[in-house]
């Protein structure tokens, strides 16, 4: 089956700085790539996602980027903000549209 | 637009007892899923319905674990008997698409 490697675990930086956060994959199939971010005691809430289809997608301050040769995708934050603190997850799915999540890393921006 | 509600938020039971999770899926989504998210790990998938039909159980230990979707809305998880490495948090998740997952809250069940 599928599995997503997803580094770093934690992230610290200070507000402003950008934030990248990068995914690997195993199965050359999947074509659907989302975004999570999880706040402390909610669900996760999708904030990107990208198909297979497209090398780059962009929304305000976060884009993603995606590299199907290599089998890796990122997360890239700029201008961050202290709100943007949060446990961020990857995940990578088939056709049949389940999605295998990494183990989330933790971003924490310092005022 | 409502999203996708859970019940209870919580819940604390001692191991062997039976307990039950809720989820009210976005209207007019006919797809809704179950994941388990242990402590520091992403969601792992139970069970997927397409309307009321299961269409992926794969991951759910049926010894125990039991779910329905009755008329295709709603849904309900069970476990019976709970087991202490049930602890976790539940999440149920829709979706209109098939693609595009809408979480909830999920539940928080400690099982001491």
């Known amino acids: 089956g599928e599995n997503v490697e997803q580094h770093p675990s934690t992230l610290s930086v200070q507000e402003g700085d950008s934030a990248v956060i990068k995914c690997t994959y195993s199965?050359?199939?999947?074509?659907?790539f989302p975004w999570y971010k999880q706040e402390l005691g909610k669900g996760p809430q999708l904030i990107i996602d990208?198909?297979?289809?497209?090398g780059e997608k962009k929304d305000q301050r976060i884009a993603v980027t995606l590299n199907k040769t290599a089998k890796h995708f990122s997360l890239h934050i700029t201008e961050t903000q202290p709100e943007d603190s949060a446990v961020y997850f990857c995940?990578?799915?088939?056709?049949?549209?389940?999605?295998?999540f990494g183990r989330g890393t933790s971003l924490i921006v310092h005022p | 637009e409502a999203g996708v509600v859970q019940s209870p938020r919580y819940k604390i039971i001692e191991k062997k007892q039976p307990v039950a999770f809720w989820c009210n899926p976005i209207?007019?989504?006919?797809?809704l899923y179950w994941y388990l998210q242990n402590l520091g790990q992403g969601p792992e998938l139970l069970i997927r319905?397409?309307?009321?039909?299961?269409?992926?159980d794969s991951q759910l230990p049926k010894d125990r674990f039991s779910a329905e979707r009755l008329k295709g809305v709603d849904s309900t998880l069970k476990i019976q008997p709970a087991e202490l490495g049930d602890s976790a948090v539940y999440l149920c998740?829709?979706?209109?698409?098939?693609?595009?997952?809408?979480f909830g809250p999920g539940t928080r069940l400690t099982v001491l």
């Open positions: 998740a829709s979706s209109g698409d098939r693609s595009t997952q809408y």
């Open positions: 199965d050359s199939a999947s074509n659907y």
């Open positions: 990208i198909r297979s289809n497209v």
């Open positions: 995940a990578a799915s088939r056709r049949s549209y389940i999605p295998t």
């Open positions: 209207s007019g989504h006919n797809t």
């Open positions: 319905y397409e309307n009321e039909e299961a269409v992926d």
